[in-house]
């Protein structure tokens, strides 16, 4: 079965940037979705940005202009490009494919926290 890894998180200011990774431990096959995910203490998770392996992005309202979601198919990974942090982007942010949403598995997530 796949598996998905998050890294990249860490501590950065107002206006910083970070890339996080999600990293396959296997093909995904031809046809899926990934898309970053983040929950912030006390909130619901919410939906950030998405890809398809027809490479469609979507974003949410709050990451569009900021955030970029992208892959590389020989890496085997999707990266989120985050730009001009703000505070409340503060969350752990996941990785999923859609079928693992579907029933509700989840890996550790990465830490992002923005603070000067």
């Known amino acids: 079965q796949v598996q998905l890894v998050e890294s990249g998180g860490g501590l950065v200011q107002p206006g910083g940037s970070l890339r996080l990774s999600c990293a396959a431990s296997?093909?995904?096959?031809?046809?899926?979705?990934i898309g970053w995910y983040r929950q912030a203490p006390g909130k619901q998770r919410e939906l950030v940005a998405t890809?398809?392996?027809?490479?469609?992005?979507n974003y949410a309202d709050s990451a569009k202009g900021r955030f970029t979601i992208s892959r590389d198919n020989a890496k085997n990974t999707v990266y989120l490009q985050m730009n001009s942090l703000k505070p409340e982007d503060t969350a752990v942010y996941y990785c999923?494919?859609?079928?693992?949403?579907?029933?509700?598995?989840w890996g550790q997530g990465t830490q992002v926290t923005v603070s000067s």
């Open positions: 999923n494919v859609a079928h693992l949403v579907l029933s509700d598995h």
């Open positions: 296997g093909s995904i096959g031809s046809r899926y979705v």
């Open positions: 890809i398809t392996s027809l490479n469609s992005t």
